[in-house]
């Protein structure tokens, strides 16, 4: 897990994009490892002579965009050392020469760097500052101290450095040498890489960047030289590759040989077929002895607001520039909503408010079930332990369900039939908790937020009609989209990833079809379609411009739709659940409202639901400020889990 820090500028940062650790844990060889830092460090990053070459045509404007090459520049400098080694000066007399675990660079003298080191300087007093010149300044003398003082060239380091006993043997071999080492050389602390503060958050981001850059070299750059064996005195000291961990050295012995290959994967894939008949939605009136009648629906936010200001403050080295506005323009989300709480607690907090305004008592309560696909909770299952914590001492089924984006079609589907068997209400809880599971990948981070919301589904009484008209719920299709949002991924250094192309595809297939059932069923009267029956449709938030494109072409128009996706962002199970209770809360369905939400997503699944919402269903949502008083969130503060006290009352104690 990757969580955010909430700094002391109250200001969210994510570690994961500027300290460019990777988990070598889930890299199985070299191959792998080496493209990975293919696409992470070197396919955004210039070489010395592109910067060069630039700024010889003058391209560069103002100083920013020249700062982020140098910044792009040395990350990808330091691509092996960074993610593999910790560096320690050691005196030459010092250092092990035996030992399998200890490694020296070899290095190739720079020897055109001075003109390009020249060039730089250069064009920086040159050009005008972009938008705070005693900012940019700060970080180009960080970055220039370590970019001027580079004595090797970059691209022919190997991925794999040789062992001491290696180095000694390589005729010629060179390596860092810094004759007079000084152990207290100043470093910044992780506090003050996280405090780093900006008005201009590009500049903050770049300020991180160029921190962690320096922290690579904690020696006396100035004085530093290339030198062979032979050349190094017993007193002098070289720069000593250590693995960071035993994950790094666990992967250096598969890279060498040491240490067997993993076994590869089993060819699993066979030939697509399709069904040998279409499955049709369930008509759920008919098909059912038991209706289901919504009692409840309770949501919880995450209590920090992550705006595009926060994305672009926090820009990872293997992004390309995007502002703020362009990604509201590419997404249609403004903001996205972060927990500092486990989603253990979400879910928890959900379903007790849930409870309390559907009046129903715990030991009603005939199954819980939790849709969600970013638990970490495997033994006991999220559903179950929510169950324990809700003090339940049986149910008749607590059970997790894993179907992302169509996980309130999927749950509404199991808490139907669940209800045909006990005739007693169900617990359904929608919750995600992405934050801390998206690490440096832009798409992901752009889009994804946390948040929960808990129905109560009980019985109807006898001779009453259900509130639910229509369920369906698909999955599969094209391997291509099956894969098409992938978590934990190996090759993401295991982030979650999404395939924009591959997701539209899938949305587009599900949507058509879904529109196609719609028109070919009979609307809850018996007269014309169920399409024309719906009041509103309330769909997955997943991409606010991608889904207005793909419905239109569908033959919907947006006055259809509600989205709150800019408040809120991709919240996956929870996002359609969240969506009926702001529509609520926005005054969009002010009375009893049949309501088409569709669902689709991760796995190729994809589901829809036909119900009628009814506003009094919606539970207050309930803020706390830090002091604990009700009160609104402001800034990034907003809602908490309930108090003890809170509790009691849902339960009558």
């Not at 098409?484 to 599900?510: C, H, M, Q």
């Not at 409202?593 to 589901?607: E, I, K, L, N, S």
């Amino acid at each position: 897990m990757k969580p955010f820090v909430v700094n002391n500028h109250d200001r969210l940062v994510f570690p994961a994009n500027f300290l460019a650790e990777l988990d070598f844990s889930v890299i199985d060889d070299l191959d792998q490892f080496t493209a990975i830092v293919g696409r992470d460090f070197e396919a955004k990053a210039p070489t010395g002579t592109e910067i060069l070459e630039r700024i010889t045509a003058g391209s560069y404007e103002s100083r920013f965009g020249l700062l982020r090459d140098m910044s792009q520049n040395l990350f990808w400098v330091n691509r092996f050392s960074m993610t593999m080694f910790e560096k320690r000066p050691t005196r030459w007399r010092d250092l092990p020469r035996h030992r399998a675990d200890v490694f020296l660079p070899v290095l190739t003298p720079w020897e055109d760097g001075d003109k390009k080191v020249r060039a730089v300087r250069e064009a920086f007093e040159t050009l005008p500052a972009t938008w705070d010149d005693e900012t940019e300044r700060g970080i180009f003398d960080l970055l220039f101290d370590v970019f001027g003082h580079r004595r090797h060239h970059a691209t022919e380091l190997p991925a794999v450095k040789p062992t001491v006993e290696q180095f000694l043997a390589t005729p010629g071999a060179m390596t860092f040498v810094v004759p007079r080492h000084d152990p207290d050389y100043p470093v910044f602390s992780f506090n003050q890489i996280l405090d780093a503060h900006a008005e201009v958050p590009e500049l903050e981001a770049l300020t991180r960047w160029a921190m962690v850059l320096h922290n690579q070299y904690p020696w006396d750059r100035a004085a530093t030289e290339l030198r062979t064996a032979d050349e190094i005195g017993d007193d002098d000291h070289v720069i000593a590759f250590h693995p960071r961990n035993r994950d790094v050295e666990a992967f250096l012995d598969r890279a060498t040989g040491a240490r067997p290959a993993r076994r590869g994967r089993l060819a699993t894939r066979s030939e697509p077929v399709t069904p040998e008949s279409p499955l049709p939605p369930v008509r759920v009136r008919e098909a059912f002895r038991v209706q289901p009648r919504v009692e409840a629906l309770a949501v919880v936010r995450g209590e920090h607001v992550c705006s595009n200001t926060d994305v672009v403050r926090n820009t990872a080295f293997s992004w390309s520039p995007m502002s703020a506005d362009e990604i509201s323009a590419k997404t249609g989300i403004d903001q996205r909503r972060y927990t500092e709480l486990d989603i253990e607690d979400l879910a928890w907090s959900a379903a007790v408010r849930a409870l309390e305004h559907s009046g129903r008592r715990r030991e009603e309560i005939g199954a819980v079930l939790v849709a969600t696909c970013t638990s970490e909770r495997l033994i006991p299952s999220l559903s179950t332990w929510l169950s324990g914590e809700l003090g339940l001492l049986q149910t008749h089924c607590s059970a997790d369900i894993i179907a992302a984006c169509a996980g309130l079609p999927y749950g509404l589907s199991e808490a139907v039939r669940q209800l045909q068997e006990v005739q007693r209400p169900v617990l359904l809880v929608c919750v995600e908790k992405f934050s801390d599971k998206i690490g440096n990948v832009r798409t992901s981070r752009m889009i994804f937020g946390d948040g929960a919301a808990a129905m109560v589904v009980a019985p109807a009484p006898d001779g009453e009609p259900g509130d639910i008209d229509l369920l369906q719920t698909y999955a599969s299709g094209p391997a291509s989209e099956v894969n098409s949002i992938i978590w934990p991924n190996p090759e993401f250094d295991n982030d979650i990833t999404v395939y924009g192309p591959e997701v539209k595809a899938l949305v587009s297939r599900y949507l058509a079809q879904m529109i196609s059932e719609l028109s070919g069923e009979s609307g809850p009267d018996g007269t014309g379609s169920m399409l024309d029956a719906i009041d509103l449709i309330v769909p997955h938030q997943a991409n606010k411009t991608m889904i207005l494109q793909l419905a239109a072409k569908a033959g919907l128009s947006a006055e259809q739709l509600y989205f709150n996706i800019e408040s809120m962002g991709n919240v996956s199970a929870a996002s359609i659940p969240i969506a009926v209770f702001d529509a609520v809360a926005d005054g969009v369905v002010a009375g009893r409202t049949r309501v088409f939400a569709p669902g689709f997503g991760a796995g190729a699944v994809g589901g829809y639901a036909v119900l009628e919402v009814d506003p009094a269903v919606m539970a207050p949502e309930v803020f706390l400020d830090p002091a604990g008083a009700p009160g609104q969130p402001t800034g990034t503060a907003a809602a908490t889990a309930p108090t003890s006290d809170d509790v009691r009352i849902a339960f009558g104690e």
